[in-house]
């Protein structure tokens, strides 16, 4: 199976943007893949995700201001963050999902949103 990669993560001041990658070993083209985020002491929290036949989905709180896409030729996931408040600071993981197979998850990247 997969495994995953992200990076891309850091310190952004409030209002500023980042994109994270999330880099898979193998294909990913059968893979519907997601972000997700979780700050201590809170359940993983599901931010978006984008199906193999590229629909995306996402959570309202982020609508309008993060993309996902995904490059399956470079086996690679992004999110593109704009508009960062310091509400979006946690550690963020990609996700490859697929039917009767149990989710692939990444180690995570931290964002941290602070002036």
């Known amino acids: 199976q997969v495994q995953l990669v992200e990076s891309g993560g850091g310190l952004v001041q409030p209002g500023g943007s980042l994109r994270l990658s999330c880099a898979a070993s193998g294909s990913i083209s059968s893979y519907a893949m997601g972000w997700y985020r979780q700050v201590p002491g809170l359940s993983r929290e599901f931010i978006a995700t984008?199906?193999?036949?590229?629909?995306?989905n996402y959570i309202d709180s982020v609508k309008g201001r993060f993309a996902i896409s995904r490059d399956n030729t470079k086996n690679t996931v992004y999110l593109q963050m704009n508009g960062l408040k310091p509400e979006d600071t946690a550690v963020y993981y990609c996700r490859a999902s697929r039917l009767f197979r149990d989710p692939i998850w990444g180690q995570g990247t931290q964002v941290t949103v602070s002036s």
């Open positions: 984008i199906t193999s036949g590229g629909t995306t």
